[in-house]
């Protein structure tokens, strides 16, 4: 088991390491040198845009937000009626751990850990993590269908439907069934599909069939936790928008918003060290930003997480101190 976590962390830094270096291959290659390359990379920040930089920022804690009360309604299916303000600060707290943890995902730990001590029960509280992901996956599914339909609807071109389209559709299908048809027939595919799935693949379906079985008894907190999971992941859709004004760039929002949802789907499954140069390499290949912009884009985002995480630190040390104080008592 150690062994497999130290593969993990060498396999995220060696992704991690490899887009950014052939990144910076590509820059000096353009630009005559390293030297020449670091001045465009740097240029780009020179004429940043801050009236972007403030909502960008804020959004971040209107995302917190919307976590919180997504959190609380998945609880409430369970009997569990947690204050919005402890489940706030756990999410600011998780911010914290997301940047000094190899992984984007690093917080869901401390709110594993945390939930279990408002549920009382780490299968429990393991469930609803789960159904928070998958809500999640569902919602970047539909709003990437939603912007190709706008386009396709404003579209006077033709065109057969492009394979991002294709993979769209197909994760909107298989979320739909997995959300909303009855556990006994996203049981049934699943186990009929097994055998041509990977185990983890297979087994991480099932257990997300399991803890959906207990909202299927709640369909009014899963359809409420679906609709905040869209307006979540559109206010982070709308977060990478803003950035990318600020730098400069001015890409048509309806297509922008058509692919935002790769990127934070990849953000969320490709194994590297805090998505470090997944986002460079997505605002490069699909976005076509200039390969500087592009990176500028990351280095922007990781300094607002960093100071988001650094204000989630200072509600950690405090909450750890009212532990301590509550045990002397």
């Not at 991690?16 to 740097?42: C, N, P, Q, R």
């Not at 998945?74 to 600060?89: F, H, K, M, R």
């Not at 949802?261 to 490069?284: C, D, E, K, Q």
């Amino acid at each position: 088991m150690l062994k497999k976590k130290w593969l993990m962390l060498f396999l995220r830094i060696a992704i991690s390491g490899l887009i950014i270096g052939y990144t910076i291959k590509l820059m000096s290659e353009k630009y005559g040198g390293l030297g020449e390359a670091l001045d465009h990379f740097l240029a780009v920040f020179g004429d940043v845009l801050f009236i972007w930089i403030l909502p960008a920022f804020l959004l971040h804690f209107i995302g917190m937000g919307l976590m919180s009360i997504r959190w609380k309604v998945l609880l409430s299916a369970q009997n569990v009626n947690a204050g919005y303000s402890q489940l706030y600060s756990i999410n600011l707290m998780a911010a914290f751990f997301n940047n000094f943890l190899p992984s984007t995902i690093g917080g869901d730990m401390v709110k594993a850990l945390e939930s279990k001590r408002i549920v009382g029960d780490h299968t429990r509280s393991i469930m609803v993590i789960v159904i928070e992901r998958l809500t999640g996956l569902f919602a970047l599914a539909f709003i990437a269908l939603t912007a190709f339909l706008i386009k396709g609807i404003k579209s006077d071109s033709g065109g057969g439907t492009s394979p991002v389209i294709f993979v769209v559709l197909i994760t909107s299908v298989i979320f739909m069934i997995v959300l909303f048809s009855h556990p006994k027939i996203s049981g049934y595919i699943v186990r009929a599909f097994r055998r041509f799935l990977p185990g983890k693949i297979a087994e991480m379906l099932e257990k997300s069939i399991s803890a959906l079985t207990v909202y299927y008894e709640y369909p009014r907190h899963l359809i409420i936790a679906v609709l905040i999971s869209i307006v979540f992941q559109f206010n982070m859709v709308v977060y990478y928008y803003f950035i990318s004004r600020s730098l400069g760039m001015s890409p048509g929002f309806i297509d922008f918003m058509s692919k935002a949802p790769m990127l934070i789907f990849l953000l969320m499954t490709v194994p590297s060290v805090n998505g470090i140069g997944v986002r460079t390499a997505v605002f490069r290949g699909l976005m076509k930003f200039p390969v500087p912009v592009a990176l500028a884009v990351e280095v922007v985002d990781i300094g607002m997480r960093m100071v988001l995480g650094l204000i989630g630190g200072i509600f950690f040390l405090f909450h750890k101190r009212g532990e301590r104080e509550k045990e002397q008592e």
